[in-house]
C-alpha cells in the first residue's frame, strides 16, 4: 500500500509513519510543522518508502501518484494548543478534512479520520461508549477542537454515505509517549518535565478529575488494526484503566525520584471531570487492548524526556 499521513511529522502521525513502513508499505507524510516537529521524522528521510510534502492541508493539496489509503491526524491536539491556535484549529478539523476526503475520493483511498474523545465534552455517561452523543459546549474555549472534530466525523460520514468513500472513525483517548513536545501542555510531559526539572508540577484543579492514559505504541496498533478492518462506525482506542490526575501527579513523582513539589492551579474552563473509554468495541471488532500498564509507559516516556535534556526543544512547558 501506498499511504498519505497528515500531521507526519506530529506525535501519532509519525509513530504512524513507523508503523506502516514497518510494515513494507510506502508513506508520503504531509505536514506544516504548526505543532509538529521535523526531529519526529528526521530518522525517516532518505528511507526509499517515505517522502515528505512540507504543506497544510487547509489549503488545496495536490498529492501525486496512486494512494490506498489516506490517514487524517493533522491538527493541534493539546488544549494549550488549541487555544493559542483556535481558527487554525477549526479549519485543519472542517476544510482540512475536507481536502483529505477529496484526495481519498480522487485516488479512491480508505480514509481514516483521528477523532478524539472530545466530541464526548464533559461526559454526562461514564465510561464512554461510541453510542453517547456527548455534552459539548460549542461557544467555550475548548469548542474550537471539539466542534471541528464534530464536523469532521459528520463530513466523513457525509462522504461514505453520497460518495461512497471507504471510511474509518477513531477516537483516540489520552494518549502520551515518546515524541510529545516537551512544552506542549498536556498533563503527562507538564509533569515529567517540571518533575526533572526540579520544578513543582502545576496540579489543575483538586486533581480529582480523571483521565486513562494510553501508551503511544498500544494507541498505534489499535488505529492500524482499525485501519485493515472493514468497521465503518466510530471506534474509541484508549486505555481503559482512569486514574486521578492527582495520582498521575504522584507517580511521575515517584518514577523520577524528583523532589519537586506539588502545587495547585486553577481548573480551564469546561475541562472534562471525568474521561474514561468503554472499549467493547475495539475489543470484539478487532481483537486489540491496551498491553502496557501507565507505570511502564511513564519509564519508557521519562526516559526520552530525559534524553532530550539539555536541547532546545527542553523550552519550559506553557
Ligand atoms: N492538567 C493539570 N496540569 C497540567 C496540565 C493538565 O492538572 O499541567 C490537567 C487538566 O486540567 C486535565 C488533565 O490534566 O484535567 C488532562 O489535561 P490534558 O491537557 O493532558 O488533556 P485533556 O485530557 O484535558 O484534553
Known sequence: ??????????FLGSHLADRFLRE??????????LTGHPDNIAHLMGHERFSFLRHN??????????LDGVLHFASPA??????????????????????ALGIALAKRARFLLASTSE????????????SYWGNVNPIGPRGCYDEAKR????ITMAYQRAQGVDTRIVRIFNTYGPRMRPGDGRV???????????????????????RSFCYVDDEIDGIYRLFQSDQQEPVNIGNPVEFTVRQLAELVLELTGSTSTITSHPLPADDPKVRQPDITRARTLLGWEPRIPL?????????????LSGSARMQPPT
Do not use: W
Open 78 to 99: 493539546s488544549p494549550v494548543d488549541y487555544l493559542e491556535m483556535p481558527i487554525q484549529t477549526l479549519k485543519v478539523g472542517s476544510l482540512g478534512t475536507h481536502n
Open 151 to 154: 464536523f469532521a466525523e459528520a
Open 188 to 210: 503527562v510531559s507538564n509533569f515529567i518535565v517540571q518533575a526533572l526539572r526540579g520544578e513543582p508540577l502545576t496540579l489543575y484543579g483538586d486533581g480529582g478529575q480523571t
Open 1 to 10: 500500500m501506498r499511504v498519505l499521513i497528515t500531521g507526519a511529522a506530529g
Open 24 to 33: 513494507g508499505h510506502s508513506v508520503v507524510g504531509l505536514d506544516n510543522f
Open 57 to 66: 492541508i487547509s489549503e488545496y493539496t495536490y498529492v501525486a501518484g496512486p
Open 295 to 307: 507505570r511502564e509507559g511513564l519509564v519508557r516516556t521519562i526516559e526520552y524526556f530525559r534524553g
Open 119 to 130: 466530541v464526548y465534552g464533559d461526559p454526562l455517561v461514564h465510561p464512554q461508549p461510541e
